[in-house]
């Protein structure tokens, strides 16, 4: 993936910072002075409002709070947390620069991006001095060892999960690919996921799950519910982030697994996500719905629940329904 070629000056000569912030949705920074910009930051997204600075001109922006700064390469590489050349490559494609990695003429390099798009990346970093045994995760139920296994802590260093507790996300071959953060303190929003990341491509937990010695998963919507039902005994347990079953997820699961077990929140939502997935899987692989009482969710069950939950008619629904 690093042979391929882009220019690097074409991109910047191309590209202007202020359609770069646009298309993250940058749309606050305001102008105070003839060709500048201002604003609250989006790369480490804190709250003063004069933090962030562009020069329209220079094509350049600076951060007075998180200390970044550069050119427009540099910040697609900040907000992507990615290689300047590999931002490069991303800026050539969505922008279609002539001469850039956007160049339809040449299939490597199409295919190359076409399908790194749809993926998410592994990242180049780890977060450090996470906290396992923060108050929020104790009130929560989960136990150090449980956080430890899943790499879950409170995290105060610098950026875009300052303030959080992390949540190391993997992809099916167990590459480290994001961190989700669970704000501890109710600020919005709840969960903070990197601009980018393709919650469809994967799913929560696989890469333990698919190594545990089981033939049915437990599939749960919540990072929480998984770490709960894990702590309870189940290893073999994902989650979907959400209520959808997305194609990809599908297919990681009939492939390694011969039944699973729907385990969704007792909301009205869960109980509709349950029968349309149930309904999604119909005749591809055997399927049995965990009904958690009304308005409950996995996550605020006791251990002694989940089991006595899970361990009820095992299979007994049988195929697809
Ligand atoms: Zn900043």
Request: aromatic fraction near 8%; glycine fraction near 10%.
């Amino acid at each position: 993936m690093s042979s391929e070629w882009v220019d690097f000056g074409a991109v910047k000569a191309a590209v202007s910072l202020a359609d770069v912030l646009r298309s993250y949705g940058v749309d606050w920074l305001r102008s105070r002075r003839p060709g500048q910009l201002e604003g609250r930051c989006p790369i480490h997204r804190g709250q003063r409002v004069d933090a962030f600075h562009v020069s329209v001109s220079k094509n350049a922006f600076q951060c007075f709070a998180c200390q970044a700064q550069g050119n427009v390469l540099d910040f697609v590489a900040a907000m992507e947390r990615c290689s300047v050349r590999e931002a490069a490559c991303l800026l050539a494609r969505r922008f279609a620069v002539a001469g850039g990695a956007a160049d339809p003429g040449s299939a490597p390099q199409s295919n190359w991006l076409g399908k790194k798009e749809g993926m998410n990346r592994p990242l180049r970093f780890t977060l450090r001095g996470v906290d396992r045994s923060h108050p929020y995760l104790r009130a929560r139920g989960i136990l150090s060892e449980t956080a430890a296994r899943f790499g879950v802590g409170f995290y105060g260093g610098p950026g875009l999960m300052s303030g959080r507790v992390v949540i190391p996300i993997h992809d099916a071959q167990g590459q480290l690919v994001a961190y989700a953060g669970r704000a501890v303190d109710g600020a919005p929003p709840k969960y903070r996921l990197p601009s980018g990341f393709l919650k469809s491509q994967v799913l929560f937990n696989f890469h333990r799950a698919a190594a545990a010695d089981r033939t049915e998963a437990v599939v749960v919507e919540g990072y929480f519910d998984c770490l709960k039902v894990h702590q309870a005994g189940f290893a073999a347990v994902v989650a979907l982030m959400g209520t959808t079953l997305f194609p990809a997820a599908e297919a990681l699961l009939r492939k390694r697994f011969g039944q699973l077990a729907l385990m969704l929140d007792g909301d009205s939502a869960g109980r509709r996500a349950t029968e349309r997935i149930a309904q999604q899987l119909a005749g591809k692989c055997r399927v049995r719905r965990v009904i958690v009482s009304a308005g409950g969710q996995p996550d605020q069950l006791s251990e002694a629940e989940i089991t006595a939950l899970l361990a009820r008619d095992p299979g007994q629904e049988g195929e697809g329904r």
